[in-house]
């Protein structure tokens, strides 16, 4: 086997780790809701996660297509180069991944994806797609958040008034089983979402190492070993996210948890099917968790929890790109 061909088995390997590492560090976006409100058991839930996670993972391509656009002109690297650059950014991304999930704090994967490449892009001299991350980054990191809380509020809303008379118990019954229903449509949304991330890597990876003619093809082995990676990833849990998101956020009752994650499934198909978004999972649950549960009232929500996660969010991109950009000055120094 020659130098170049390992470098293509270790990067693909390494996006895969990613795709795991993603797996679960989101688990909880799908499940958070419907394991706090008792409408399905951890392992049920994450099962059913991690099944709907694969199945998503084969709705479409267009997601991958924006990640792999997001670096270009690898023309002027050799192929171990565009390599080592590539890894670097997975290496980046998994870094705060794992960072964040041992303190329990839901930040992006996505994003930390995203920061890795932009970062290492940078600290190598590739070239940045902006418009790309603008419009298909940026502008949506902010709008999707923002569509969730204001989605989730309104659909609470409505189910208030529209279930005003009826007992409570009896209510909070029929949302329970709802809230399977709710909890698919996100575990379905997440890997239609994230799985996709992966793809795109592994794709510009292959294509960097001249192994594919084109980064707009997404070969069939690519997509079924990221659906399976993160399927596999999702099963294996994350507790401690699940936690936060699930109930230091706010103590949500099962008509608001099924208003969060029906909200947050439409916004994440729309993105990816309409928009071609990579989006932040995370970033829309938590919104619209936030949105369900400030119908029962603002001080409901524990605004100090949300601080923190906020805080989060605007940091990852930076700091997943500050590890990809050292883990590249490492790598470049002991591979070239």
Same mark, same amino acid.
């Given at each position: 086997?020659?130098?170049?061909?390992?470098?293509?088995?270790?990067?693909?390997?390494?996006?895969?780790?990613?795709?795991?590492?993603?797996?679960?560090?989101?688990?909880?976006?799908?499940?958070?809701?419907?394991?706090?409100?008792?409408?399905?058991?951890?392992?049920? *839930? !994450?099962?059913?996660?991690? %099944?709907?996670?694969?199945?998503? #993972?084969?709705?479409? &391509?267009?997601?991958? $297509?924006? +990640?792999?656009?997001?670096?270009?002109?690898?023309?002027?690297?050799?192929?171990?180069?565009?390599?080592?650059?590539?890894?670097?950014?997975?290496?980046?991304?998994?870094?705060?991944?794992?960072?964040?999930?041992?303190?329990?704090?839901?930040?992006?994967?996505?994003? *930390? !994806?995203?920061?890795?490449? %932009?970062?290492?892009?940078?600290? #190598?001299?590739?070239? &940045?797609?902006?418009? $790309?991350? +603008?419009?298909?980054?940026?502008?949506?990191?902010?709008?999707?958040?923002?569509?969730?809380?204001?989605?989730?509020?309104?659909?609470?809303?409505?189910?208030?008034?529209?279930?005003?008379?009826?007992?409570?118990?009896?209510?909070?019954?029929?949302?329970?089983?709802?809230?399977?229903?709710?909890?698919?449509?996100?575990?379905?949304?997440?890997?239609?979402?994230?799985?996709?991330?992966?793809?795109?890597?592994?794709?510009?990876?292959?294509?960097?190492?001249?192994?594919?003619?084109?980064?707009?093809?997404?070969?069939?082995?690519?997509?079924?070993?990221?659906?399976?990676?993160?399927?596999?990833?999702?099963?294996?849990?994350?507790?401690?996210?699940?936690?936060?998101?699930?109930?230091?956020?706010?103590?949500?009752?099962?008509?608001?948890?099924?208003?969060?994650?029906?909200?947050?499934?439409?916004?994440?198909?729309?993105?990816?099917?309409?928009?071609?978004?990579?989006?932040?999972?995370?970033?829309?649950?938590?919104?619209?968790?936030?949105?369900?549960?400030?119908?029962?009232?603002?001080?409901?929500?524990?605004?100090?929890?949300?601080?923190?996660?906020?805080?989060?969010?605007?940091?990852?991109?930076?700091?997943?790109?500050?590890?990809?950009?050292?883990?590249?000055?490492?790598?470049?120094?002991?591979?070239?």
């Amino acid at each position: 086997m020659d130098f170049a061909l390992a470098l293509v088995i270790l990067t693909v390997a390494i996006a895969l780790f990613f795709d795991y590492t993603n797996g679960f560090h989101d688990a909880a976006n799908a499940i958070a809701t419907s394991v706090s409100t008792r409408a399905l058991t951890p392992r049920v *839930a !994450l099962a059913m996660a991690a %099944i709907l996670n694969f199945v998503g #993972a084969y709705l479409g &391509v267009e997601v991958a $297509k924006t +990640i792999a656009d997001i670096l270009t002109g690898f023309e002027g690297f050799t192929q171990t180069h565009a390599l080592v650059i590539i890894m670097s950014a997975l290496i980046g991304a998994i870094s705060w991944n794992l960072i964040t999930w041992y303190f329990g704090i839901p930040s992006s994967s996505s994003h *930390a !994806l995203i920061g890795g490449l %932009i970062g290492v892009g940078l600290a #190598a001299g590739v070239t &940045v797609n902006w418009e $790309k991350v +603008i419009d298909k980054v940026a502008i949506p990191m902010v709008l999707s958040p923002t569509v969730g809380f204001l989605g989730a509020f309104t659909v609470m809303v409505s189910i208030m008034w529209i279930f005003r008379k009826a007992r409570p118990q009896r209510v909070n019954r029929g949302f329970r089983l709802a809230q399977t229903v709710s909890a698919a449509m996100m575990s379905l949304g997440h890997g239609l979402q994230d799985a996709q991330k992966t793809m795109g890597v592994i794709v510009l990876a292959l294509f960097a190492a001249g192994r594919l003619p084109s980064a707009d093809e997404v070969p069939v082995w690519v997509i079924v070993a990221s659906a399976t990676a993160i399927g596999l990833g999702t099963y294996s849990g994350g507790i401690r996210i699940i936690r936060t998101m699930g109930r230091r956020i706010i103590a949500l009752d099962p008509p608001r948890g099924f208003a969060a994650e029906f909200t947050a499934s439409i916004v994440l198909y729309v993105m990816a099917i309409g928009l071609h978004a990579p989006v932040s999972t995370t970033h829309t649950i938590t919104s619209s968790i936030m949105g369900a549960g400030a119908t029962k009232s603002l001080r409901a929500v524990r605004w100090g929890v949300a601080r923190s996660i906020v805080t989060a969010w605007i940091i990852t991109i930076p700091m997943a790109g500050l590890f990809g950009a050292l883990s590249y000055a490492l790598m470049h120094f002991v591979i070239e």
